[in-house]
């Protein structure tokens, strides 16, 4: 039973460490990690694991007490049945103690994986909403270039209608510095018609 647990845990390892795909691998570690079969099972492999631990501590105790036999029997005669005892021990304390190390190492690379993907989930999220935001300050970008160009040609036509507007009061004034010069050549005109028919009534008075 333990070998069998143990070839399952090193073909599970081999497995979560294959390059997949990382579509394939978040849908497997998802179904794991939240099917209800999937959980029953690790419930059942955590009850096993405490049987294994125990098979580890029963084998080690084995072991230390073959290990005394062998010991004493140094001294006299060597037995092949103690020999055999400490093999089967020994190899049934490594298998127990491997399986138990494996199952550490497994867990913990699972964990290690889910993490991974979720941070590459996070990754990817970050990633579209740079993206996203990367093109909105490029749409911003261009507005604000159509917004100067529409600013400097609002400030062309505003100093076009200035310059019209300087023209007009330059020839406002002219038409009034005009009207006033052409009044006043009037005045003068006048003048000096009334000054002409005074001069034309004195000249009939000598005569």
């Given at each position: 039973m333990v070998f069998g647990l143990l070839m399952t845990e090193m073909i599970t390892f081999i497995f979560l460490i294959l390059p997949l795909p990382f579509k394939w691998r978040k849908g497997l570690l998802n179904f794991l990690a939240t099917s209800r079969f999937m959980s029953n099972i690790q419930y059942a492999m955590k009850i096993i694991f405490i049987f294994v631990f125990i098979l580890f501590i029963d084998s080690l105790n084995r072991v230390i007490k073959v290990q005394e036999r062998v010991n004493e029997g140094d001294q006299y005669h060597h037995h092949h049945d103690t020999h055999a005892k400490r093999f089967y021990a020994q190899r049934n304390m490594y298998l127990t103690g491997f399986t138990l190390f494996l199952s550490l190492i497994l867990n913990r690379t699972f964990f290690l994986i889910v993490d991974l993907i979720k941070s590459e989930e996070k990754m990817e999220v970050v990633k579209k909403q740079a993206e996203q935001q990367s093109k909105e300050y490029k749409r911003i970008l261009d507005s604000e270039t159509k917004l100067k160009k529409e600013l400097e040609e609002l400030r062309e036509v505003a100093a076009s209608h200035a310059s019209t507007k300087q023209d007009l009061e330059n020839l406002k004034k002219q038409a009034s510095q005009?009207?006033?010069?052409?009044?006043?050549?009037?005045?003068?005109?006048?003048?000096?018609?009334?000054?002409?028919k005074g001069t034309k009534a004195e000249s009939k008075k000598d005569i």
């Open positions: 005009q009207q006033k010069e052409y009044l006043r050549l009037a005045d003068e005109n006048i003048e000096m018609e009334r000054i002409l």
